[in-house]
Each structure stands twice: as structure tokens, then as C-alpha cells.
């Protein structure tokens, strides 16, 4: 089954970019009908996500956050990776890959594979 793993730093100072990676285990990015995306969750808020990428390479971006990020893979280590540059401490979160095959359920969340989540602290 696929499972997903995010890696990355912890903390991250202001106006620097978060740059965090997912390592997709027993199942491939090109080959899996899945859409490959990004999902935080901001102390005391909901699931936002943040955009993703589908098995065919197209990009999906959140409206609310397209000026700011940037997704990409790497099909030979079967990875995908999130860019979120000038960053605040508004943008502290755990962040989660996940993936699905309706993309309408990972906009809303409703995903059915999660990494474990991994927690960036934006400060100085």
C-alpha cells in the first residue's frame, strides 16, 4: 500500500522559504491515478490545502496561496516537494502530503492517504 513520509526543517525564519519533501513508498507518483498534494494545519485552524500535483505531472494551485507556492517532483526518487517562500509566522503549521484519487475530496480533505504530518515553526 502507499504510504507517504514528509521531511524537512522545523523551523524556518521569516521571509525564507519552507521547502519540504515526500517520499511516496509502494507505489509510484507517474504510475498511481492519485493527485500528490500539500494540506497544513495552522495551530487552532482547519485543513487548508495548499495545491498538488497529479501522476501526470499538471499542477494544482490554491488561489489563496498560488503567488507563494510551488510544487514539484522527482519521478527518479519517486518524491514530491512544496515550496512556500516569504514566509511568516502566520504559516507556522503541521504539514501533511497526502494523496487521492478525486480531486475534489483533496481540496476538501477528505483524503484517503496522510503522511504522519511534520511541524514548521516560523520565527526568528
Known amino acids: 500500500q502507499v504510504q507517504l513520509q514528509e521531511s524537512g526543517p522545523g523551523l524556518v525564519k521569516p521571509s525564507q522559504t519552507l521547502s519540504l519533501t515526500c517520499t511516496v513508498s509502494?507505489?509510484?507518483?507517474?504510475?498511481?491515478?492519485?493527485?500528490w498534494s500539500w494540506i497544513r494545519q495552522a495551530p487552532g485552524k482547519g485543513l487548508e490545502w495548499m495545491g498538488a500535483i497529479a501522476y501526470s505531472g499538471s499542477l494544482y494551485d490554491s488561489p489563496s496561496l498560488k503567488s507563494r507556492t510551488s510544487i514539484s517532483r522527482d519521478t527518479a526518487k519517486n518524491q514530491f516537494t512544496l515550496q512556500l517562500s516569504s514566509v511568516t509566522p502566520e504559516d507556522t503549521a503541521v504539514y501533511y502530503c497526502a494523496a487521492d484519487p478525486n480531486f475534489r475530496a483533496i481540496v476538501a480533505g477528505m483524503v484517503e492517504i496522510w503522511g504522519l504530518g511534520t511541524l514548521v515553526t516560523v520565527s526568528s
Open positions: 509502494g507505489g509510484s507518483i507517474t504510475t498511481n491515478y492519485y493527485y
